[in-house]
């Protein structure tokens, strides 16, 4: 099975900060890589699949970049709704899995 | 609008059975592959068991496998998974999730709210 290292699994960060959060795989994935947000009680939220191709109406502050086993979510300036954790998973191969998740705190 | 609404979740004991169900609407269900993940308390994301469009593919994760069954019903827009031998690290929020493909690559762009089981005597 694939492993998704997420770094940090904890990350205190302030309105208006640039956040990058990695994920690394334990082997090649190709671009096959999506970032997910997810909030207390709610579901997850697509936000970038593809490794870099943003999910139709996601704020382009969001973005994505990588290639092969390392990859980064970055959000250009924090905004109070993007407190939240989350979560890379590649679909390269089965099983697919997530990586252990970045919660971001203010 | 796209929706995916579970069902099914509760209290069993330890060895018990239990079948949730995901029921779709708003897009033509019977085209999409769909998957099952769950999320114990406090914890991440964790890839349950996937099914072709027409029900034929199946697959699961090693931790569910011979206990548990993906189905579909794309008569009725449902997606099932019977969960069966059902122990105490089976406690979580199971999801269901629509996964979609384009030229650019795949992913789940829509999630179910989600149906807590929990699993204790």
């Known amino acids: 099975d694939i492993q998704l290292t997420q770094s940090p699994s904890f990350l205190s960060a302030s309105v208006g900060d640039r956040v990058t959060i990695t994920c690394r795989a334990s082997q090649g994935i190709s671009s096959y890589l999506a970032w997910y947000q997810e909030k207390p009680g709610k579901a997850p939220k697509l936000l970038i699949y593809?490794?870099?191709t943003l999910q139709s109406g996601v704020p382009s502050r969001f973005s994505g970049s990588g290639s092969g086993t390392e990859f980064t979510l970055t959000i250009s300036s924090l905004q109070p709704e993007d407190f939240a954790t989350y979560y890379c998973?590649?679909?390269?191969?089965?099983?697919?899995?997530f990586g252990g998740g970045t919660k971001v705190e203010i | 609008e796209v929706q995916l609404v579970e069902s099914g979740g509760g209290l069993v004991q330890p060895g018990g059975s239990l079948r949730l169900s995901c029921a779709a609407s708003g897009f033509t269900f019977s085209t999409y592959w769909m998957h099952w993940v769950r999320q114990a308390p406090g914890q991440g994301l964790v890839w349950v068991s996937r099914v072709s469009s027409d029900g034929s593919n199946t697959l699961y994760a090693d931790s569910v496998k011979g206990r548990f069954t993906i189905s579909r019903d794309n008569a009725k827009n449902t997606l099932y998974l019977q969960m069966n031998s059902l122990r105490a690290e089976d406690t979580a929020v199971y999801y269901c999730a629509r996964v979609f493909s384009d030229s650019s690559g795949r992913a789940f762009d829509y999630w179910g709210q989600g149906t807590l089981v929990t699993v204790s005597s």
């Open positions: 593809a490794t870099s």
């Open positions: 998973q590649q679909l390269n191969s089965n099983p697919l899995t």
